[in-house]
């Protein structure tokens, strides 16, 4: 009598066993993509996800299956639409000729256009990394944090000059299991301006998960009104008190003062959150490179900020605080603290609290915060 079909095999079984790691790690990557995801690129990205997570699963149970061939082209299908569609639509990382926007690798690493990284658009990452703060940190309020951040992401998507320069943050998430954290890439803004002339600069530290460039898309409208340069130099994922943070950011300067129209009088180094600790620590290294500093709802290190070559080095020199009184991270008792012992000690300290702002009015706040730091400079001169 002869055998019926064999429903499965030790060999399935193998397979399906070596799928389990993928298939535990996959479906939280592509759930946040389709639930924060703004594009249709970021949706059909998630889809692939979950069509990469079932297709296996599904050939597998294939011949359990009433559909035998139904259900795999299901899941096949968005991976077959993403694999052709991602591609095609992912930026060059060469931005705009005349723009004055600029993504600059001076080293040997570069732009990497086909990582998952560029193939998802950052807005997409943005909205995915909301959600997934959210799970891990209950101080984060997902619907008021893309309520502030997603419009503004829209608006430098809508600039081609910005769009076309992709994303690094491949390299921010590498440093999670790299070594190496300075890969030599900044952004960078050049307002229009007379051949020849050289133009006062802002050197802006960004903060934790990365440089996104939303961040120059940001500094872009003070740049704009007041006729500055804007260079955005990336450190991973912008742990920048690990060794070689401050070196990274004052080799970004030099590297950008080499190609750029920047007066070396006039560098004003900004910080946002942990950038708030590579302000210090390179004010402390080398306070002659830099006009002024801005610290930006900012991580204070105390020991850095009370060392004799930080006080040293800015006593009677400008220093502006700006955070928000709502800041559930660094609260501003804190900075009160740090700006007091800093005006005692000698330092030009300057503090804008701006009220029912949290951590986040870096972007909740953008406006208000670019006139404090420009009055505050006005009132330098």
Known sequence: MANGPRRWSPIRSVLLTAWLPIGILLPVPALLLLLGSVTWKGRLAGLAGLGLLLLP???LLRPLLRRKNLLPALALAPVLVASIALPLTTPTGRPLEGSGV???FPGEHGFCRWSPWNLIPEIDQVGAGIFAA??????VDPGLLRRVVLPVCREMEADESFHRLGSVMNYAYAQFYAEEFDVGHFYS???PHAAGERLPTILFLHGSLGNFKVYLWAWKRFADRNRFVVVCPSFGSGLWDLNGGAQAAIRALDRAAAELPIDPSRVWLAGLSNGGLGVSRAAAMAPERFRGLIYLSAVPEEGVLRSQAYLHGWRGRPVLFIHGDQDNRVPVREIDDTAR???A???N????VRGGEDHFLFLASLDGMLADIEAWMRGLE
Do not use: F, H
């Open 102 to 104: 600029g993504s600059t």
């Open 189 to 191: 803004y050049v307002p």
């Open 134 to 139: 959210s799970m891990v940190d209950p101080r």
């Open 341 to 343: 012992g800093l005006s």
């Open 57 to 59: 699963i599904l050939v």
């Open 345 to 347: 000690a000698g330092v």
């Open 349 to 352: 300290v300057a503090k804008r």
